[in-house]
């Protein structure tokens, strides 16, 4: 048997072309949704496309997603990069706030019962800078198709 470092090299190789990775929107849209059931929407939801999602070109999904679970779907025209940059905004919060303030003053003028994105950072820089509870789209996803 050869346990040489070519040997690993083209099992590994192999085994990688085989893998498809996909992003979580991606997952619920495409592979989770379509077997579930909404049983109750809600009212109306805000939703934060994030820089990565939009570079994988997921917005569009996202927006969908959150249109099968909710009535109305409010995406700030001012909604771009949150300025979280991984943990960065936990440690120079400033940034976030002056990357939020457009998209904050454009959320508190149309309030919505729901606030949602696709990444944690995201959700709390949205939450410092509008005051409101920013969650995952999978929260919400799991609340909407819950069995009644």
């Given at each position: 048997m050869d346990f040489?470092?070519?040997?690993?090299?083209e099992e590994n190789s192999a085994r990688h072309a085989e893998l498809r990775i996909i992003d979580s929107v991606e997952w619920a849209g495409e592979f989770l949704l379509p077997q579930l059931e909404v049983t109750k929407k809600v009212d109306s939801v805000t939703v934060h496309p994030t820089c990565s999602g939009r570079h994988l070109g997921?917005?569009?999904?996202?927006?969908?997603?959150?249109?099968?679970?909710?009535e109305r779907v409010e995406?700030?025209?001012n909604a771009t990069c949150c300025g979280f940059a991984g943990d960065r905004g936990l440690l120079h919060p400033e940034l976030t706030a002056s990357a939020t303030a457009?998209?904050?003053?454009?959320v508190k003028t149309e309030p919505t019962s729901k606030y949602v994105s696709s990444n944690r950072t995201c959700e709390?820089?949205?939450?410092?800078a509008t005051g409101e509870p920013y969650g995952s789209f999978v929260y919400l996803l799991e609340e909407a198709t819950r069995p009644v």
């Open positions: 040489g470092e070519g040997a690993l090299t997921l917005e569009r999904s996202l927006t969908r997603i959150a249109g099968a679970l909710a995406i700030p025209d457009e998209e904050a003053a454009e709390v820089g949205l939450e410092r």
